[in-house]
Nanobody
Framework: QVQLVESGGGLVQPGGSLRLSCVAS????????ISWYRQASGKQREFLAHITRGGSVSTAISVQGRFTISRDNAKNTVYLQMTKLKPEDTAVYSC?????????????WGQGTQVTVSS
């Protein structure tokens, strides 16, 4: 099994920045593609950004220019740098990853971290 743990959320003022982290742990696994999503209260989950193991990136148009995904394979960690935050960015942010464990490819979710943008 693989566990994903997000951190870095919190309360930030409009225009501020936050960096979220998603750390993967477990035994005998290989972490492949990882994505960030968010879900605001009463809304559907929204895709934000995706990064392959090799570092290829895709970002949702809605957050392009403000959110940047990156990863450190040595640390099994993916980051989401968020800048110019707006109140509408308030949501629970989660990472999801494709990992190979004992030869099986599975999708894993983290528990999420709350981001609140408010003055």
């Amino acid at each position: 099994q693989v566990q994903l743990v997000e951190s870095g959320g919190g309360l930030v003022q409009p225009g501020g920045s936050l960096r979220l982290s998603c750390v993967a742990s477990g035994s005998r696994f290989s972490l492949n593609d990882i994505s960030w999503y968010r879900q605001a209260s009463g809304k559907q989950r929204e895709f934000l950004a995706h990064i392959t193991r090799g570092g290829s990136v895709s970002t949702a148009i809605s957050v392009q220019g403000r959110f940047t995904i990156s990863r450190d394979n040595a640390k099994n960690t993916v980051y989401l740098q968020m800048t110019k935050l707006k109140p509408e960015d308030t949501a629970v942010y989660s990472c999801g990853a494709v990992a190979i464990v004992n030869g099986q490819t599975k999708w894993y979710w983290g528990q999420g971290t709350q981001v609140t943008v408010s003055s």
